[in-house]
């Protein structure tokens, strides 16, 4: 009789997250298919049959792999950047005693907590007050602004089960501070370093509030889709969304396995 | 002991400042001032030209408790309202059931949870458009199987703006409900029930309470960022359904008055500080917020 009821409560549970499944990848689905839609009429959503089209046209889209080629470096500079001045930051803030530490912890979380658009604003008004021209430089900015806490509180996790006494034992040794930093400081954060940076990447690759108010001419991915939207998306943009969703798909494989997370590999 | 310190101080300074040095610059100019300006503005005027004067004035405060405003801030605190409850009855169960779960597949269903907040949501907002539009697929599948003769319009309504905003927040429920209710002890709940506890008081009296951070959190994450979200209800939900985040957009945008709309960021931020300021008074810790 328990038994029985275990499995029919089980049977629900399975359906539920099935249905949840499915709501999550819905739209994905429907710009997955649409890329391979033989259709060349506007709105571009009746079904005419299966076509690879959509992908060789991509390469004509000069406009479109231009945004793409923006987003790409705005991500990687950004992560570069941020990836950079986080660890040092974590580790400075970690290690030492100085002034304004508490300062600067509660300010790491304002980029955190406030909603994207006030952020946005705030960027805009101080390029504008600064008249520094908008574009690629303050779309670089901006991204490394709201991705550097997320580095800190990612090599931060990392730090805190971290023994000081090693690097101790390599200066006892005769290692500078420099060489401490580079041949045992780092290596111990790697995992945590790792996870910051591409959460860095992703969080500057799926940007789309704060590009909005910050990049003048230059026009992101998201932002070229956004153009785009109430004209009607054409859709070589889905078969691009395609590729880009592949290549998440590996991303997310390669990082949950585990071979970048410590968090995992201690478990 | 002072000379001590004071020694140890000094040899400490420069590493300090070489490591959270650049870190300070990027919060002061990136952050602090930023919205400090920000603040500044929200009490300038406007000449001709839409150019910021720095006079004073606190009109633009007085035009934020106009009727038409106070409407959209009713309507953006009731689809975020919404949107938060619909994250926790979907999120809470969905997130239960995945962080139970005791085979190899746990890994991947977590991984489906994975995929789709990494795609870009603008992107996935753009499928729903293409999904529930009048010549979108819902329509054409429902005309085709003769259940309607013309198409319904599902966008420009409130409630679609609502699923679109449940679908980009769901996986910042999703995410710390999974790490809160992973945590929680198995022995616990079968204690619950041994020691004669229906599922239902288990529930209510264990599960839930040991996992209130994680609802907590994650309602923080959804209501607070919603409010701002102008996209998915411009994309879903035409001009119908505004926000205020809509507003904010349109005044550095289109309407080209920053200083009102640096006011009614002002409110934003307030509702910020208010909702964390109530998160941290019923315990919750901040590193529980964000990714």
Redesign the interface.
């Known amino acids: 009789m328990k038994v029985k009821k275990e499995k029919r409560k089980k049977r629900i549970?399975?359906v539920?997250?099935t249905m949840?499944?499915l709501?999550?990848?819905?739209?994905?689905?429907?710009?997955v298919t649409?890329s391979f839609n033989a259709t060349t009429r506007k709105?571009y959503?009746?079904w005419k049959g299966f076509t690879l089209d959509w992908y060789s046209k991509l390469w004509d889209n000069t406009a479109l792999l231009e945004s793409f080629g923006n987003t790409i470096l705005i991500a990687v500079l950004s992560t570069v950047l941020s990836t950079?001045?986080?660890t040092?930051?974590a580790?400075?803030?970690y290690?030492?005693?100085?002034k304004?530490?508490g300062i600067?912890n509660a300010?790491?979380?304002?980029?955190?907590?406030?909603?994207?658009?006030?952020?946005g604003?705030?960027?805009?008004?101080?390029f504008s007050?600064a008249n520094i021209p908008r574009g690629m430089l303050t779309l670089v900015?901006?991204h490394?602004?709201f991705s550097?806490?997320?580095v800190?509180?990612n090599v931060r996790a990392r730090l805190s089960g971290y023994d000081k006494s090693i690097e101790e034992a390599s200066m006892d040794l005769g290692a500078n501070?420099i060489v401490t930093f580079f041949e045992i400081t780092l290596p111990v954060l790697a995992p945590g370093i790792a996870g910051g940076a591409l959460?860095a990447f992703?969080?500057s690759?799926?940007d789309?509030?704060i590009s909005?108010?910050v990049n003048g001419q230059t026009k992101t991915?998201?932002l070229k889709?956004?153009e785009s939207?109430k004209s009607g998306?054409s859709p070589d943009v889905n078969a691009l969304?395609t590729l880009?969703?592949l290549g998440?798909?590996v991303?997310?494989?390669i990082t949950?396995?585990g071979i970048l997370s410590g968090k995992h590999k201690k478990v | 002991m002072s000379k001590i310190s004071k020694h140890e101080f000094k040899s400490n300074t420069m590493p300090a400042i070489v490591t959270v040095g650049p870190v300070a610059v990027l919060l002061v100019f990136l952050v602090v001032v930023p919205l400090i300006l920000v603040a500044v503005m929200s009490f300038c005027q406007t000449d001709e030209y839409y150019n910021v004067v720095h006079k004073f004035t606190a009109e633009n405060y007085r035009k934020l408790v106009s009727a038409d405003y106070l409407k959209i801030y009713g309507q953006s605190l009731l689809i975020a309202f919404f949107t938060t409850v619909l994250c926790v009855l979907i999120g809470y169960p969905f997130s239960y059931v995945i962080a139970r779960t005791k085979s190899k597949k746990k890994k991947l269903l977590y991984m489906l949870v994975i995929i789709p907040f990494w795609t870009n949501s603008l992107i996935r907002i753009y499928g729903w458009r293409s999904f529930l539009g009048n010549t979108g697929w819902l329509n054409s599948i429902l005309m085709s199987l003769h259940i309607i003769d013309e198409p319904i319009s599902f966008l420009y309504k409130t409630g679609t703006t609502v699923l679109g905003m449940v679908y980009c927040f769901i996986p910042f429920m999703v995410l710390p409900l999974y790490t809160a209710i992973e945590k929680l002890d198995g022995s616990l709940l079968e204690a619950s029930s041994d020691l004669g506890a229906k599922p239902i008081r288990t529930l209510f009296e264990v599960i839930i309470p040991l996992t209130a951070s994680g609802i907590f959190s994650g309602c923080i994450m959804v209501f607070i960022p919603c409010l701002g979200y102008f996209f998915v209800s411009n994309i879903l939900g035409g001009g119908n359904t505004d926000m205020i985040g809509n507003l904010i957009e349109r005044q550095f945008k289109s309407a080209n008055n920053w200083p009102l709309g640096a006011a009614l960021s002002i409110i934003l931020i307030l509702v910020t500080l208010l909702l964390v300021k109530c998160y941290q008074k019923a315990g919750g810790d901040m590193d529980n917020l964000g990714v």
């Open positions: 549970g399975i539920f997250c949840v499944y709501f999550l990848f819905l739209p994905i689905f429907v710009v649409n709105p959503l009746s950079i001045i986080g040092l930051a580790v400075g803030i290690r030492y005693k100085f304004g530490k600067i300010l790491l979380y304002i980029p955190v907590v406030i909603p994207e658009i006030v952020i604003i705030a960027l805009l008004t101080i007050n900015l901006s490394v602004s550097v806490p997320y800190i509180f501070r959460l992703t969080l690759i799926d789309v509030i909005y108010f991915y998201p889709v956004m939207i998306v969304s880009v969703l998440t798909i991303l997310v494989f949950q396995s």
